[in-house]
């Protein structure tokens, strides 16, 4: 079983920055790719960004490909989010999830959920 615990969530004008951290718990953290998903009011909850084991490998949705960055510290079993340049848009409820699979994108392929933090992004 793993604990997921995301922090960092806030309000933010647009154009700002916020850092999302996620913490696990869980010996075996290296052995689970971790994703960013985010929830909007009325929407379905979509895929943001996702890192493998090692962190070598990272993906991407196009809506924040090039303003987010996802990383993560095996010796912390924390992964983050780094978020710059916020747009409205952007405004959702941000969970991060883990995988047992060398990286996964799709919501499926996820076996644990933190309860989501709320990032609100004004104009």
């Known amino acids: 079983q793993v604990q997921l615990v995301e922090s960092g969530g806030g309000l933010v004008q647009a154009g700002g920055s916020l850092r999302l951290s996620c913490a696990a718990s869980?010996?075996?953290?290296?052995?689970?790719?971790m994703g960013w998903f985010r929830q909007a009011p009325g929407k379905e909850r979509e895929f943001v960004a996702a890192?493998?084991?090692?962190?070598?490998?990272?993906y991407y949705a196009d809506s924040v490909k090039g303003r987010f960055t996802i990383s993560r510290d095996n010796a912390k079993n924390t992964v983050y989010l780094q978020m710059n340049s916020l747009k409205p848009d952007d405004t959702a409820v941000y969970y991060c999830?883990?995988?047992?699979?060398?990286?996964?994108?799709?919501?499926?392929?996820?076996?644990?959920w933190g309860q989501g933090t709320q990032v609100t992004v004004s104009s």
């Open positions: 999830a883990a995988a047992a699979e060398l990286i996964a994108t799709i919501e499926i392929e996820y076996d644990y």
């Open positions: 869980t010996r075996t953290f290296s052995g689970y790719s």
């Open positions: 890192i493998s084991w090692g962190g070598g490998r990272t």
